[in-house]
């Protein structure tokens, strides 16, 4: 019986960058969460000890300063591809590497040119992998929590001695969406594509009666494809933020869907992908991102 060494990476993560662009007294913040990732012929490294062909994890992070500082950041997809094209194009045993972005929104305060305010923990993200001279880009966001009132039903699913939940015409839908797309290329209006997508998925969230959120999940990928044709899936992963309605016979009053207790676990967790039937091979795109 032979022992190999398998697939392996190594980087640094979750480098927090703040940068300030100052126009005057307007300024502009970008904050994000940086994570970078190489691989390559780094067996040495494992088997002996051998360091040579490895850049060091403090330097990859000085490397996200620099070049923040060298130009602007600008959409965190070309920062993405300016990191992993430089790891790669500079460092001979560096075959590959992967760049995961997080940026915080933040919201300048009405009237104030350098105050911000932070509303939600919504995050855009980016993963993108470079190979070689091939290049991915896997965009999205984390954390939109959204909620309608009405418009979603939930009935007609099987019933066995362990079943207790109560059939519904009319129930709160409830979801912090983590949404992933993989683009075709890399010849995008990044900062466009982000918002037109972001909005197609909400309006269509708001807009669809829902006898499922497994169809409120199509639905919302759907309509992202048909809207976007630089495109070719998306993936997405939905917990089901449960609302139960409060029985209040107790008190001899009626709760007439008006009343309800949050749970925030367990939770249902409704996943998947819709992809064109056309779309280009996915290659290393999706390699070390969560299923969903």
């Known amino acids: ?18 940068t300030v662009s100052r126009n005057g007294s307007v300024h502009t913040i970008k904050d994000l969460t940086v994570s970078t990732s190489l691989r390559g012929d780094l067996s040495d490294t494992h088997l002996t000890g051998d360091n040579t062909k490895v850049l060091a994890t403090d330097t990859q992070k000085n490397t996200v300063y620099a070049f923040a500082k060298e130009a602007p950041v600008g959409e965190i997809e070309d920062f993405a591809l300016r990191l992993g094209r430089h790891f790669v194009g500079t460092q001979e045993a560096i075959s590959g590497a992967r760049i995961l972005i997080d940026e ?22 980016t993963a993108v992998t470079i190979e070689g001279s091939q290049a991915w880009v896997v965009s999205g966001v984390r954390d939109l929590v959204v909620l309608k009132s009405t418009g979603s039903e939930f009935h007609g699913y099987p019933k066995d001695p362990y079943t207790t939940l109560k059939e519904t015409n009319d129930r709160i839908l409830a979801t912090s ?3 992933r797309w993989r683009y075709a290329g890399t010849d995008v209006d990044w900062a466009k594509s982000f918002t037109e997508i972001r909005s197609v998925m909400l309006k269509t969230f708001a807009d669809k009666h829902s006898l499922s959120l497994q169809q409120t999940l199509y639905a919302m990928g759907e309509a992202v494809l048909n809207a976007r044709p630089e495109v070719a899936e998306v993936r997405l992963s939905m917990p089901n933020k449960h609302h139960f309605l409060v029985d209040l016979s107790a008190f001899g009053l009626e709760n007439d869907n008006e009343v309800f207790y949050a749970a925030d676990r367990p939770y249902g967790l409704i996943e998947g992908s819709i992809l064109r039937d056309d779309a280009p091979d996915a290659g290393q795109a999706w390699s070390t991102l969560p299923a969903f």
């Open 177 to 179: 969406v983590t949404a």
């Open 1 to 18: 019986m032979a022992i190999v060494l398998g697939p392996n990476q190594y980087g640094k993560a979750e480098n927090r960058l703040v």
């Open 104 to 125: 915080h929104a933040w919201e300048r305060i009405d009237g104030h040119d350098h105050a911000f305010s932070q509303g939600s923990n919504e995050k855009r993200t």
